[in-house]
């Protein structure tokens, strides 16, 4: 079995989509196309690679027995008895050893048909056909910036799904929307962003999947429920003879999910931290043979805190999600998502056509495949997103009822605006706000491994790898003489290029993009607190009212010329 991303609104049959040694195809369960049970994957599961012409396909079967040839004369043709859409699976009958030992023979091309929507279809297709010589010709041909496209990253039900970077406006926080009644229930609302309205839709919703909240709530639960039931389980044994099976197995799992959950929100990481505390405690004395009245107060206090915990969920969660704001040809829509992760930029090369998949409206332009192919990002068509008429008559009545008309006076004023507009990734460091222009910012990415390099400047960390390429990377906090910290889950690089040499800016953590006007840039005043030089300083944004002050770094004059050309050398 291989490691698969599971598409969202696909057929229950279909498990998810694989790479196979650089072929992206989807993986159908036999037992659920077939009406089966489904059982759970052993050492003997196999996934059998089908070929319809040109077209591959996954069929996950529970062992491959052998491999067995037949006369074709001895295909029979499926019995009269078999009607409705079994038989047309079955190419027919095989008996072997005089009738003892009978095998089906399936229609391949029945059982691998998923059903293909639109567009989806028509980008497949066009490739079903295509010339694998010329592919690993273009392979072997260097990037140029025409083959590479700059894609936003973002999770959603742990899968990783991702947006043309020209089609995203702005990244935002997550808000309480203003609600609209008569509309899907995906649609959360409006927000009044900069005097424009915006529709607010939970993609997990769209998708048909639960609510982060309730997932993560869910899993809580389930891991509460489990505990109350070891600890009934326990008390009773105890009372029996005395002293109780040491049973770590459930104490096991808590200890797992708390090391995997992780939270933007303060609140959610002290209840981790309490449960932590408490769950260790816990294994401790059962493993001390504590006293029976001490266990349970223990296990009991971990229950409590579970409990305390789901209910800290449904309020704290927005602190990790974010608001994608997308343009689809003119219709601006937010789209909540549970994470953003980076910003890559990711060649074309990489990135295959969809495969064929009815999935209720959910239309995929592409999968991208990265680190050769453990990685798969689902690259999502915004245009079918906004195809919705409740949404689009939701926007023109919002629009309309805001005096906001469309005439073409009013749009050149946009146009103008727009130009008027700075685009910024704003990210904290030393706990004040920082932006730098996105049209600067080449990629984001998760800190990696880095490589010490000897004698190299105090405030350069090091060499890391970014997709076969070596870059230096430097500790803003160490250039702008910060306190050092060290890195956690939130840190970021930031890829910018400096002199020519592509290099990463550590930074705490990547707040969100936004688009600021430029009136609201104000020039740094002759006394400022940041703690960062001023020379590094191109101005003040203003937003909110001035509320929120945005720092904004000159990226060019981080290093000067002499410490560009050092850093050049790290490289």
Request: one cysteine or more; a neutral charge; aromatic letters at 4%.
């Amino acid at each position: 079995m291989p490691k698969m991303a599971k598409v969202p609104r696909t057929p229950p049959f279909v498990d998810g989509i694989a790479n196979l040694r650089g072929v992206v195809l989807p993986i159908i369960d036999m037992r659920t196309r077939f009406g089966m049970d489904r059982v759970e994957e052993t050492d003997r599961t196999r996934v059998l690679v089908i070929d319809i012409d040109g077209v591959k396909t996954g069929l996950r079967v529970d062992l491959v027995k052998q491999v067995t040839r037949v006369l074709r004369s001895d295909i029979e043709p499926p019995p009269p008895a078999i009607r409705g859409t079994t038989a047309n699976y079955l190419e027919g009958m095989v008996k072997l050893d005089k009738g003892q030992r009978i095998i089906m023979a399936l229609n391949a091309g029945q059982v691998c048909q998923i059903g293909v929507s639109g567009r989806q279809g028509e980008l497949a297709a066009t490739h079903q056909g295509e010339n694998r010589g010329e592919r690993e010709r273009a392979s072997t041909a260097g990037d140029t910036r025409d083959d590479v496209q700059q894609m936003v990253t973002f999770r959603i039900a742990r899968e990783e799904f991702a947006f043309p970077m020209e089609r995203v406006r702005e990244i935002l926080r997550v808000e309480t929307p203003k609600q609209v009644p008569d509309v899907p229930e995906y649609v959360l609302g409006v927000l009044t962003v900069r005097g424009q309205i915006l529709p607010i839709v939970d993609l997990r919703k769209l998708l048909q999947q639960r609510s982060l909240a309730e997932e993560f709530a869910g899993a809580c639960r389930e891991l509460r429920e489990d505990y109350e039931r070891w600890l009934e389980q326990w008390k009773a044994s105890a009372a029996s003879n005395g002293h109780a099976r040491v049973d770590l197995a459930v104490a096991e799992r808590l200890r797992s999910w708390i090391s995997n959950a992780n939270s933007s929100s303060q609140a959610l990481m002290e209840g981790l931290s309490k449960l932590r505390g408490l769950n260790e405690k816990a294994v401790k004395q059962l493993q001390n043979k504590a006293p029976a009245a001490e266990v349970s107060a223990t296990a009991a206090g971990v229950i409590e805190a579970l409990r305390d915990f789901e209910k800290q969920v449904a309020a704290n969660i927005q602190e990790d999600q974010r608001i994608i704001v997308v343009d689809a040809g003119g219709f601006i829509l937010g789209l909540v998502v549970d994470h953003v992760n980076e910003v890559l930029n990711i060649s074309k090369k990489l990135v295959d056509p969809p495969p064929q998949i009815a999935s209720s409206g959910l239309e995929l332009s592409g999968i991208a495949k990265l680190d050769d192919g453990s990685r798969l990002i689902m690259l999502l068509d915004i245009n079918n997103l906004m195809r919705d008429q409740k949404l689009r008559e939701m926007q023109e009545t919002s629009a309309q009822s805001s005096g906001v008309a469309e005439s073409a006076a009013r749009k050149q004023s946009a146009h103008q605006d727009q130009e008027s507009e700075l685009q910024l990734v704003t990210f904290l460091l030393g706990g004040e706000e920082y932006g730098v222009p996105i049209s600067q910012i080449q990629e984001i990415d998760r800190i990696s491994k880095i490589t010490k390099v000897p004698k190299a400047a105090r405030f350069i960390e090091g060499v890391t790898n970014l997709r076969g390429e070596v870059i230096p990377v430097l500790d803003t906090r160490k250039r702008f003489d910060l306190e050092v910290k060290a890195a956690d889950d939130r840190t970021r690089i930031i890829i910018v290029e400096l002199g020519g040499v592509k290099t990463g800016l550590v930074v705490d953590a990547v707040r969100e993009v936004l688009s600021l006007s430029k009136k609201d840039i104000a020039p740094p005043p002759e006394a400022i607190h940041t703690g960062v030089d001023q020379r590094f300083i191109s101005g003040i944004g203003k937003v909110d009212n001035g509320k929120r002050m945005i720092v904004l770094l000159d990226v060019e004059k981080i290093l000067s010329k002499d410490e560009q050309s050092k850093l050049a050398e790290v490289q």
